[in-house]
């Protein structure tokens, strides 16, 4: 394990800003991460964990020491005829772990294919696409306390997952390094061929990729090429474009919130929040509330496909900010500031940054 200096970030983020970090480690085992926290006056700087840099902005250099978690590793526990447990390590590439599952027959994260990030990353903000979130899959998460070392397992209640949030966005926030974390997973095998029930298919640009394709009866594997296709088609790929997928949350409205604003705006969509999840019973607080489009309330002010320089707003789905090549993270802050403000006078809706601003 090496300790570097003033090392540019630009290959470690997926916004592609041109900062650095004034020390870099990449830890490639769960022993050298717990190795690393021993290090008493290393951990007294500034630390940053990242995993596949794909949920932050940087606005600034980062003056402390990068952790880029690169430790690897998946291991299946069979449970019983109808489920395995699936553990990966922190530093899995996420959408290698997708495509191992989906390759051995293991249902319940096709939905979540081709976010990019870590396995580490998936539980602290609760990825979700396309009528899933990860928390519904999540057995426990494995971490290690950054202050005292010591190592925890949280089940999937303690968690706390919720909409693009969790105690480790919360009271566990910048406090832990998640070291890995067990899935629990639908054998296919369990199930007839016929038998489709355990698909996530509420999602309606899923069902038309596959009805397009002519799949009457489809398999995880052609749930997961058909969240591929759609995500190709509607997300900037960050090899080609800067960018860090949503960079707004979905605001989430009561009912009474709702009916206010449709009196108002007759063509706004809406969504029920939480219809469709599977949640152990424990894991559900809220109810009775409604998610709007971000994407939505972006495009009626006016700013699909602004840009300002190298800084703009995807032309395909407003909710993502670009970096068309040398935008800083100012230029960037100064787009969501302007859309956050004229959101804010025509809804009356508060946007919420759902990317990590450093
Ligand atoms: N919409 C518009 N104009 C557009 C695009 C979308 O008005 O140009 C409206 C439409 O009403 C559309 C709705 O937005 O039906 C939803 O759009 P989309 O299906 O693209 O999803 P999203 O709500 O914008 C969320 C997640 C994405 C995830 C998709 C698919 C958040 C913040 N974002 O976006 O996650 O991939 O659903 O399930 O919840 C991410 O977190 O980085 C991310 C990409």
Redesign the pocket.
């Known amino acids: 394990m090496h300790l570097e200096q003033k090392i540019p970030l630009k290959p470690f983020h997926t916004f592609g800003m041109n900062v650095m970090a004034r020390y870099f480690v990449g830890p490639t085992t769960r022993d050298e991460i717990l190795a690393l926290l021993h290090y008493r006056s290393m951990i007294r700087m500034p630390l940053l964990i990242l995993g596949g840099g794909s949920?932050i902005l940087f606005t600034k250099d980062f003056d402390g020491l990068v952790v880029r978690i690169c430790s690897t590793g998946i291991e299946v526990r069979d449970i019983d005829r109808e489920f395995v447990e699936v553990t990966a390590q922190a530093g899995e590439r996420w959408d290698g772990l997708v495509q191992f599952c989906v390759e051995r027959g293991y249902a319940g994260l096709e939905n979540l294919s081709l976010?990019p990030g870590t396995v580490g990353a998936a539980p602290i903000q609760n990825?979700?696409?396309?009528?899933v979130e990860v928390g519904e899959r999540i057995e426990s998460v494995h971490f290690v306390d950054i202050a005292t070392g010591i190592q925890r397992r949280f089940t999937n209640a303690q968690c706390d997952f919720g909409?693009?949030d969790t105690i480790f966005k919360k009271s566990l926030k910048d406090g832990i390094i998640i070291l890995e974390v067990t899935f629990r997973l639908r054998k296919t095998s369990a199930f007839s061929p016929s038998d489709t029930s355990f698909l996530k298919l509420d999602?309606g640009?899923i069902r038309e990729e596959l009805k397009e394709q002519g799949i009457l009866r489809p398999g995880i594997s052609d749930v997961r090429d058909a969240v591929c296709a759609v995500?190709r088609r509607?997300?900037p790929d960050p090899d080609s474009i800067g960018n860090?997928?949503?960079f707004?949350?979905?605001p989430i409205l009561s009912e009474e919130q709702l009916s206010f604003l449709l009196e108002q705006f007759p063509a706004m969509?809406w969504h029920p929040e939480h219809a469709h999840k599977e949640y152990p019973e424990t894991a559900i607080k809220e109810k009775a509330k409604v998610k709007i489009?971000?994407?939505?309330l972006i495009?009626q002010c006016g700013w699909?496909g602004y840009r300002n320089g190298d800084a703009g707003v995807y032309p395909?789905?407003?909710?993502?900010l670009v970096n068309y090549g040398t935008a800083n993270g100012l230029q960037i802050i100064d787009i969501m500031d302007q859309i956050i403000q004229s959101v804010s006078s025509r809804f009356g809706i508060i946007l919420e940054p759902?990317v990590i601003i450093l």
């Open positions: 949920n976010i990825i979700g696409a396309y009528g909409y693009r999602y640009p995500r509607k997300l860090a997928g949503s707004f949350k979905n969509p489009p971000a994407a939505w495009e699909k395909g789905q407003p909710l993502v759902e």
